[in-house]
DNA sequence: TCACGATGTATCGACTCGATACGTCGTGAC
DNA sequence: GTCACGACGTATCGAGTCGATACATCGTGA
């Protein structure tokens, strides 16, 4: 859910809408693509339940007219993209917001792990405690040997009445969703690794840098 | 597209909107599963346009009036689930409908290999003549290979400023296209290997059954 | 100078889903 | 027997989302 995105990127920075998209599409990367159509209104609507508010920092280039040169270092350093354009709205989290999005982010039921949220939850786990990723990964783990299970049984019983590009297109899908599985496996495990390790830690009195995958020399 | 996934089962027979919808999560597997509120209204256009027509068969129980037992052998099988129950609504194409559904699948334009038709349009491979299919897949091809490439090249520039679970998403997404992008390069050379087949069958004269996969005992 | 592309906010129509409503029919528990 | 439950069957509604589009500013380069 889209709302939840834009909370979670609201608590790193204020930003504006089109930088928003942008950080949106590639926090989701080849997953999704939020568009205008739906950023805007979702902006609105939680501005007007005050989870978020706006700051119109950025004036429109105050008192000097159209002439051209712009006032504060733009172009200055060539990278940054927030440099001083032109009216932007600039959004915020507010209080309630922050609250709001720490309860969502320490929700782990079935909504946090259905088709339509979990890669946005995932995207925020660095925000999630541990327990929570844990509880998050194998919902949706069930959740996928679940369905897994559901189309091998309903294809077991019409198998012979499809043809060829019918059983190789369910045969592809099927195994980009055990390759899912599999995923999921291994994110799982390295969860749980850490969380012995931090026991351990805990026990020893040692660094809490839990940075670096166990599986990063594979 | 719904559209041209009605057309095209109804090509081979006719059927009504809950068998369509059973049929058509099962064709479409794990990728997709329309529900009722797409259907209907769908068929209802069709019916507007007059590419499907209507035939009220399996009338509804006539004159009997609540008498329990039904007239038709219905279920006398156990299998069929078009047994003799109640004024079902049953559609067909029409002769514009099947002249539609020829032309969409003869077509191979842009529209054929974007995410929300390219696996409709796989379904119906079978529908589809092998020039067509060839097309279609190196179109889609195409447009995964661009995708990985936009995203490859954003990542880079962003690379550090993103946690390790975002970035795994990324890798995750990155593998999942890349996947489907050999599975597609598997698929066009079992085409090109059956028009070579078929070219030679042509001048020697043999079996014209392309049923078989070249790809399948590996 | 002026067309073009990036930046930036915003809306509209179309499509889709999930939930829901309403109704028939067969089956099995009690 | 009867009654609840689940399968079958048609249909609509609200909400979320996309893609196209509109409009405006600004920088760049032909």
């Known amino acids: 859910m889209l709302e939840t995105a834009i909370l979670g990127l609201l608590n790193s920075a204020p930003l504006h809408g089109y930088e928003l998209r942008k950080r949106?599409?590639?926090?989701?990367?080849?997953f999704r693509a939020f568009s205008y159509g739906t950023l805007y209104p979702a902006l609105k609507s939680l501005v007007a339940r005050g989870l978020i508010e706006t700051t119109e920092r950025e004036a429109p280039a105050p008192a000097g007219r159209a002439s051209g040169s712009r006032q504060s270092g733009a172009k200055a350093n060539g990278k940054a993209p927030l440099s001083g354009r032109r009216g932007r709205i600039v959004y915020r989290l507010t209080a309630d917001g922050k609250e709001h999005l720490q309860t969502v982010l320490a929700s782990s039921g079935p909504a946090a792990w259905e088709d339509e949220n979990f890669d946005v939850r995932f995207a925020f786990f660095a925000q999630t405690d541990a327990e929570t990723r844990i509880r998050i990964l194998e919902g949706r783990r069930t959740r996928l040997t679940e369905r897994l299970e559901a189309v091998r049984e309903s294809a077991a019983r019409t198998r012979e009445r499809l043809d060829e590009y019918t059983l190789e297109l369910q045969r592809h899908g099927l195994e980009q969703v055990e390759r899912e599985v599999r995923w999921l496996d291994g994110l799982i495990t390295t969860e749980r690794d850490r969380a012995l390790g931090r026991a351990r830690d805990h026990n020893a009195g040692a660094?809490?840098?839990?940075?670096?995958?166990?599986?990063?020399?594979g």
Chains 1, 2 share one sequence.
């Not at 949106?24 to 080849?30: A, I, T, V």
């Open 24 to 30: 949106l599409n590639l926090l989701l990367g080849s």
């Open 207 to 217: 660094s809490d840098a839990p940075a670096q995958r166990n599986k990063e020399r």
